[in-house]
């Protein structure tokens, strides 16, 4: 069992930047991919952006140029720098590790964390 837990949320202004963080609690996070998603108020849960255990990234097409995802497998932690962030981003954001092994899926959510970008 995997256990994930988000800070880094809270209330910014339109333009500003928050840095969310994700700290797992297994040292096997290394084989994990990593992803954000988000949840705005009255909408589904979203993909924001992942990162695989070898380092590839992908981001969602709205985030593309002002969002970072990276991970540092020494602290089992998984970042999302977020710039220039406008009223839209405003959302609930989960952090995910999912791990596919043998055609047995893991994944496992924390619990969120909110961020609010005031106009």
């Known amino acids: 069992q995997v256990q994930l837990v988000e800070s880094g949320g809270g209330l910014v202004q339109f333009g500003g930047s928050l840095r969310l963080s994700c700290a797992a609690s297994?040292?096997?996070?290394?084989?994990?991919?990593m992803a954000w998603y988000r949840q705005p108020p009255g909408k589904e849960r979203e993909l924001v952006a992942r990162?695989?255990?070898?380092?590839?990234?992908d981001y969602q097409e709205s985030v593309k140029g002002r969002f970072t995802i990276s991970r540092d497998n020494a602290k089992n932690t998984v970042n999302l720098q977020m710039n220039n962030l406008k009223p839209e981003d405003t959302a609930v954001y989960y952090c995910?590790?999912?791990?596919?092994?043998?055609?047995?899926?893991?994944?496992?959510w924390g619990q969120g964390t909110q961020v609010t970008v005031s106009s």
């Open positions: 990162i695989t255990s070898s380092g590839s990234t």
């Open positions: 297994e040292s096997i996070f290394r084989l994990y991919a």
């Open positions: 995910n590790a999912r791990r596919v092994l043998f055609a047995q899926i893991s994944n496992y």
